[in-house]
């Protein structure tokens, strides 16, 4: 019994000591801002899963690691648990020209925004996505910024609006491998009853995008925005 | 007296104290073996390699991709290497080798046994066997355990750190990191200890290594190679990594110089006269089959084709190949779970009474031809009545009936019956499920029988029954096979059909000019086809290569990798793509009952697959510590 009391009593004074507060603040500030066109000012479209990534590098720390944040589907970001402080920003997967790298750069307390002015790889244009008897049809123009092959475009289907190289239930995709000077017009259809489209079913409503991507190292997929289409 | 109790202790310790500098009481350990008598005997020597040839990183049926580790003895669940392939489902777990760090993790594991490698290098002078010519074989046999290591680790992670010799460690962490070499150099030293291995191994060394084990590493290795440098640019990385090319790198000459080496190399196993296919000349299809079978049911019976094998002991170290997948009618507790796919049974070859082979090879199951459909959908009038369910695949490569075991064939004395559903006689149908249904008195039930256990598709019990329609049956040995870890079929590491198939896939894939005293790409190509039935000759074209790999290295663990060293395991698994099944109906509705086939894109576990590209290099573990460059993506 003796023991048991002096076990309990180690036991106490261990834990209640444990809880102690390290002596770290928490994130103090956020950071938000989006990545725009350098020709048209419009919003860039992004995948979300396995699209843009941010890296970013806290600085003032030996060995600090690579951070990344991921770009939401229509082209903005925001990190809502940000450390104050000085940062390197830099790219290495996006769908534009990577800008040259952010050096010392000051994140304050409170709320930051930090807009990307890029060159998108690919401008996506005058697209329409129509349903078209058992078909869906997509018609868009490509127009690469840069002259480098264009590897493949794609018409993605799927439930959810993020919709897109990454995340579809059945795809139209063509790799083309070659160079578009200028610009080119594509037409590109799904058949609702091949076997790949028995996954999309009748009388509910999908979200459809078009895109394309540039052959370089790291680029993804640049897209229209995304339709909604009950098929 | 009194005097000398308290003395004693001092007089007794300070005596040990001057004794303790002097070695007269150092007394061998009886119970130990020492370094030295166990590497002055045959026996002893032989036992220390034993261990060296147990480490070894073979991937065969004890791996288990989702951890990447080697002689796996826990719950493997029957997953193999070709769950991972368009060829094969699981009929349970949604395992995959993309986006899971933990898939193919070798580098600790790689790295202590590369340690050992080096240690006994080291010890080698001080080993005195009977027959002095031994210490030719150990240093070959060394240069085979490193070059097939630093093989394992490139595969995985490109560019490694190369450690030549042991460590010493003394305390100073700075001192004993290395940093990693590019790729091309990590290739080079994999191609350099691979000609140290074969300039040392013997032609004959029992079940060890041998000279031709380790042409038949460098064949492997170097077409490997020169895949990465010719493919890399299909899915190109970004990174630090790549700017020190330790991932990737590789010029248009070096992809010729291991296209060469791999020339060379299968050349030379394929000049030795030593090896051949097993029965090259059958008499018949069945008989074409059944040898084909037979390679895998009994690898010893096949030793003309084999160059390199594992062999198994239990007690001892033993697989669990047969008792995850024979049919859920033979299982005594688990079965079923490698399902090879209808895209799979689809690409086998149709072959004509003549002995001719055809790509147009989907096989048959509606009136009208169309074979681009999922499920049954309203098309029920269209589907094709066959009153002998087998008849469906009687034009097909000889091959399938020895790789698959198909709906209603016989396996080990049964009747596998594989059926997914019935069609009533109003044309209303039972789908997957095992409903009753009384024609003219007699019962029929959806899924071929009353009880569970008298079937082997879409079995709700364990997850035994197929998903596919389709069961493994290459691999797996005649008798009983199902205990766990009590499995001793041999595993064929390198067989001469993929030696053939490298020569070919070598010459078709450069520009390089085939040896001018040996066979060429085209008749290196058609061998194997040859064996299984062929008559005629397809031409060694890098397509119709990689077809017959696909189809004579069906679900081999090598096969993944042919996909990742090609960079199109992404443009398989992306993201739509779901693996199909074929499902047999029993056809009541018209006067004699009869089966029909449908196509069916499974639900896969975990949803469709995504190969991440940055998957072709795995993550490299304990970067803060190791003070490596990361490969890009992580």
Known sequence: MKKLKYFILISLLVSMNSCELDNFDGPDAIIKGSFYDNETGKLIEQDIINGTKIKYIELGWTNPEIQQMVVKCDGSYQNKLMFSGKYDFYFEESNFIPPARLSDYSINKGSNTLDFIVQPYIRITGSVIKKDGNYIVAKFTVAPTVLTNVESIGLFAHSDYAVGNELKLTESKIVIN?????????????????SDATKLIAGKTYYFRVGARISIAGAKYNYAPAVQITI | MKNTIKILPVVVSVFFILNSCSDWLEVENKNIISTEALLSTDEGIEAYMASFYHFLPIEDFMYYFSTGEFRYTGNIGGEMNASVTQDMIHSEWGNFDSEDQNAHAYWNAGYEYIYKINKLKEVIPTMHPSDSTMLKTIKGEAAFFSAYTYFQLAKRYGGVSLIKEAQAFNGDYEAVKVPRSTEKVTWNYVLDLCNE????????????????????????????AASIAKFWDNAPLVGT?????????MSAEDRDRYYQACIDASAQIIRS???????????????ATENYRKIFSNPQVAAIEVIFSKSYNYPGLAHSMGAWHEPNQLSKQYGGRADITLDMVDAYENIDENGNGSFNSKVKTRQSGNENYNGIGNNINDFIRYENPLDIFKDKDPRLAATVILPFSTWKGTKIIIQGGLVKADKSYAWLQNEKYTQNGVDYYGLGAANESQYSGWVKALSNGTITG??????????????????????????????????????????????????????????SRHRAGFTDNIDATPDNVQHERRIELAVEYTRPWDNVRRRQSHLQFNGSYQRSA??????????????????????????????RERDYYRIIPGIASNGLIQNPGY
């Open chain 1, 178 to 194: 070659s160079l578009i000077t200028g610009s080119k017009s594509y037409t590109l259809q799904i058949d609702l009853t091949s």
């Open chain 2, 197 to 224: 291995a074969i300039e040392n191994l013997p032609d004959e060394n029992g079940k060890r290594a041998t000279k031709w084990a380790a042409l038949a590493l460098k064949s492997r290795a170097m077409l490997y």
């Open chain 2, 241 to 249: 990594a790549v700017s020190y090319q330790l991932v990737g790198g």
């Open chain 2, 273 to 287: 006269g030593k090896f051949g296919l097993y029965k090259p000349n059958p008499a018949d299809r069945e008989e």
């Open chain 2, 470 to 527: 389709f069961l493994l049956k290459k691999f797996l040995p005649d008798g009983d096979d199902q205990n766990q870890n009590q499995v001793t079929t041999d595993y064929i590491d390198f067989r001469y059909a993929e030696i053939l198939l490298n020569y070919a896939e070598a010459l078709a894939e450069s520009n390089l000019t085939a040896p001018e005293d040996i066979i060429d790409a085209k008749t290196a190509l058609n061998m």
């Open chain 2, 582 to 611: 074929l499902i047999p109906l029993l056809d009541l509705s018209g006067s004699t009952p009869a089966y029909i086939f449908v196509r069916s894109i499974l639900n896969e576990p975990g949803g469709a697959k995504i190969y």
